[in-house]
């Protein structure tokens, strides 16, 4: 019984050694490569927003050993997350993740324009990261101007006319909405937009999408409660 015992712990000890060390991470929730797929990355992002929203974030994936794995071995992410460059609005934050976990495309007013879609196919065909999400927030200050016509100059006015669409299609299909409720709409509208400008834009990210390589979803990301609602894809 006592040379069992032995040869036990010395197997445990063993087994130990040959973890890696983020193994003894105790806030490292990083999915196996292997396991990468989109059912799984939604999970995680799912999993960390509900941390966030309860004030129990753990912050995953943000010591030092993570960031000299990443130097090494380079990002392998697990998501692509478009959003716009709100400072409300931080997805490593709202899902809880940390570094390497989510490439993240971020640009005011949260449209496809061809940096977006460069950036998108960079991280689906290049990366291979098996799910995008397109995620609006509510209370956009720059859908309430683009609704208001506010007079601006540079390079605003051409971003403030690529939200007219959105703006046309949810007056159409919601007449009655005015204010917070309009605004908050037309940001759901807009990244349904963003979602089909993607699709059509960008071929070879439509064919992993088809082919079940791939996974397009939608959400808002409430700015009051720190929920995501997920849209769809």
Known sequence: MKNLTVFLSIAFLLTMAALPCAA??????????????????????????????????????????????????GQN???TVITASDSRVDPVLIFDRGL???????????????????????SMLAL????????????STLIHAAIDKVELKGHLVQLLGKLEPAIKMTRVLYPSLKGRQL????AETNVRQVMRDILSQ??????KVRSGKARIMGAIYDTDSGAVHWLGP
């Open 24 to 73: 003894f991470n105790g806030n490292s929730t990083s999915p196996d490569p292997a396991e990468k797929g989109a059912d799984n990355s939604l999970v995680l992002l799912m999993e960390g927003n509900l941390r966030f929203v309860k004030g129990s974030s753990v912050y995953p994936n943000q010591t030092s050993h993570q960031r000299k794995v990443l130097a090494l071995q």
């Open 77 to 79: 992410p697990f998501a």
């Open 100 to 122: 390497g976990d989510l490439f993240t495309v971020r640009m005011a007013g949260n449209v496809a324009g061809s940096d977006t879609l460069a950036s998108v196919e960079y």
């Open 128 to 139: 291979e990261t098996p799910l995008l999400v397109v995620m609006g927030h509510t209370r």
């Open 183 to 186: 605004v908050d709409k037309v």
């Open 202 to 207: 960008c071929p070879a990210v439509l064919e």
